[in-house]
């Protein structure tokens, strides 16, 4: 079986609402959708999500990237993965984005011709995981009113986004945790916008109200701060815009700069990096997240499987789908009920595309 074509082409995602993080104001997303044929017939999707802010690839660069790549990948077969990627990586650094919409689409070949669910395929054994709900950043009252919509609706684990101004990040802890009570598990991210300082403060309260992990707290080249936080704070650390690729990982676990790692396949460039770096993090004892940016079905459905298949992740934070419009020209994959996301039993993604 080899590689035939591979096409390329934009889509706008519409959001219910605009979210707001500490590096920017989300309002819509732009993704690239990939379809790679074989000369066998078998059809792989895959996604490439634009977010200059996080990883430096507009829509247009990943559209770009993909027809240059793509001259690199015809005749390959989409099984010899590592050799893909090493032909990507000579061809083009960085464009993380852009690979991992061919890697994801390959995957689902590779699954589709070996007839089993994704899921199945990486090593899974279970077709149900948990995500957690995000609160993005706006008044401490208006954000305690949502933790409490989503414990209603069946969340057990609530990610709060903080970074902006400490002292409304501690009050808007303080008051989600007196709305919500102590059995509901927290998880903070400051998306690199606190200070060493700031950050030993505002993680010393935060303890106090039981949050469990504190994601990104310093800029991502700091990794000597966050040595010095780990060492000194209560509150687990978890990398997010320090770990891009399996040597950042490498770097971060030499200098125990964290607890945890949050990988994501828009960011590391695929399934196949994303397995490198989770066995980095596992072999020195750091668990890992799977998060997302704002994919469609098609990213989440990749990194739900991904959940499923290794037992060293331990959260996913796959919610991105849940914020946006309803889009008829992605169907299938990834059923949810609350916060359960259910895996397709069909071959691959399970995911159809109008394309």
Not at 147 to 174: C, H, M, T, W
């Amino acid at each position: 079986m080899k590689i035939r074509a591979i096409e390329a082409k934009k889509l706008k995602l519409e959001l219910q609402q605009p979210i707001v993080i500490a590096i920017g104001t989300i309002d819509y997303c732009e993704t690239v959708l990939v379809k790679i044929e074989t000369d066998e017939g078998i059809v792989g999707y895959g996604e490439g999500i634009g977010v200059p802010f996080v990883t430096g690839e507009s829509v247009d660069m990943i559209l770009h990237a993909i027809k240059l790549l793509s001259a690199e990948l015809i005749g390959l077969n989409p099984f010899a993965i590592e050799l893909v990627h090493r032909k990507m990586d000579r061809a083009l650094v960085n464009n993380a984005s852009a690979k991992a919409a061919i890697d994801i689409a390959l995957y689902d070949i590779m699954s589709k011709f070996s007839q089993v669910p994704l899921h199945q395929l990486l090593g899974g054994t279970i077709s149900q995981i948990e995500t957690d709900r995000t609160i993005g950043i706006g008044t401490p009252d208006a954000m305690a009113q949502e933790a409490v919509s989503y414990v209603q609706q069946g969340f057990r684990f609530i990610k709060v986004k903080a970074g902006l101004n400490p002292d409304d990040d501690i009050e808007a802890i303080k008051q989600i945790r007196e709305r919500i009570g102590g059995a509901i598990h927290l998880k903070v991210d400051a998306n690199q916008g606190w200070s060493v300082g700031d950050a030993l403060r505002v993680m010393k309260s935060m303890a106090q109200y039981g949050v469990d992990v504190v994601e990104q707290p310093l800029p991502y080249w700091d990794l000597d701060g966050l040595s010095y936080l780990r060492s000194r704070s209560s509150v687990k650390i978890m990398a997010d815009e320090s770990c891009f690729t399996p040597q950042d990982a490498m770097k971060l676990v030499k200098k125990d700069a964290v607890d945890l790692i949050n990988i994501k396949l828009m960011k590391c460039g695929g399934l196949y990096k994303a397995l490198q770096i989770n066995a980095i993090a596992e072999a020195n004892g750091n668990q890992c997240m799977i998060g997302c940016m704002m994919e469609s079905r098609i990213g989440i459905s990749a990194a739900a499987a991904l959940v499923a298949a290794r037992s060293n992740i331990v959260y996913g934070d796959l919610d991105s789908f849940l914020y946006l419009k309803e889009d008829g020209r992605i169907q299938g994959g990834i059923t949810s009920e609350g916060p359960l996301i259910t895996l397709s039993e069909r071959y691959g993604l399970g995911i159809e595309v109008e394309f």
